[in-house]
């Protein structure tokens, strides 16, 4: 008896030899078409209007470049001249271009744009329609932050017309295909991993340098003190004089906000060079242990290498160093400041009056012709003798008498 038929292996065998004809007749069709195409004179390529300008009557693109160093070291001080000068002999050096500016940011970090006064300027060049084309030394320059790199550059992209940024080293421009953005993308992101890389790195030498009591902390917002040639902390006489007036005005009983009213009121200037004190500046140089000679170092420490945010170090080791450095205040002068911040904390009637009693030791009568009545300190100054009487008079307003 003959072997019985499989129906599904016949239909698929059907199916594929009916699909290998259909692809085989459409092959066939398409080489016909094409034939008959070239012998009918084929298609008519049209290319885009070109500019009947002359060249020499074509307005100049308007060239703009960005320069770049994360720091103020006499190295990268050269290399940002070098990047300037190089540029600006680029641009004019080309007959097609004109130089708008060449933008400029020194000693600061690419890991965000907010502090970069250069590249923001440049940015508003740029969408005030200022600007054709950006060049830069590499997307390093451009930016340490792959968000802050994507954004910008899809900024420039969408404005009509939009800006191209060229990256010199990388030999890539940003108005490039899909395989030229993708690119642009990954060495932004090597960029970044390798500003988090140094951070890491520069922070653990700092910590060993604190570790071992040789790191040299920064003074720039420090009244009385500068570093000199050797990187010695030396004593600035002027601004030390002004330290001494805090303290000492302290010493005989002003708050802070008495010290800071009258120093705004003689026409000093804060250590950053402001017309106005606030009570907090005062207290911050009150309780600040270099001017007794003494260093308490990573006292905050950076959260983040992009966004560079601090916070107070409850994370971390601190390092102290005792005698570190010639003092403006002396130790004995510096502890009873300290000692009197800590008593002014209180707030509250009865926390001004344990204050006013703590440091000028008020006592009541127990007994004699006047109980119950304060005995004064003849030591006290008018200014301790006004506040303790208006406390009394807070007192006796809140209780009804004595």
Known sequence: MAKKLNPQVIAAARKRGNRAERRQLEKQRLHEEIAQNKSSGGVVVIPPPQSETPAAERPKLRVAAYCRVSTQEEEQVGSFEMQVLHFKQKIEGNPDWELVEIFQDEGISGTSTHNRKGFQRMMTAAENGEIDLIITKSISRFGRNIVDVEANLRRLAELNPPVTVEFESEGLTSNGGGMTKLLITLLSALAEMESRQKGEAISAGIRWRMAEGIYRFSVHNTLGYYRDHFGRLVIEPTEAKIVEYIYESCLEGASPADIAKSLTEQGVETPTGKDKWLPATIK???????????????????????????????????????????????????????????????????????????????????????????????????????????????????????
């Open 284 to 402: 911050g140089i009150l309780s600040n242990e270099k001017y007794c000679g003494d260093v308490l170092m990573q006292k905050t420490y950076t959260i983040d290498s992009i966004t560079h945010k601090k916070r107070k170090n409850q994370k971390l080791n601190k390092f102290f160093k005792e005698n570190h450095h010639k003092a403006i205040i002396s130790r004995s002068d510096w502890e009873r400041v300290q000692q009197i911040l800590k008593t002014r904390q209180y707030v509250s009637v009865n926390g001004a009056l344990r204050h006013i009693k703590n440091h000028v030791v008020a006592k009541r009568a127990k007994s004699g012709y006047l109980p119950d009545a304060y005995v004064l300190d003849s030591r006290w100054t008018a200014t301790e003798r006004r506040e303790f009487l208006k406390i009394i008079d807070e007192e006796k307003t809140t209780k009804g008498d004595y």
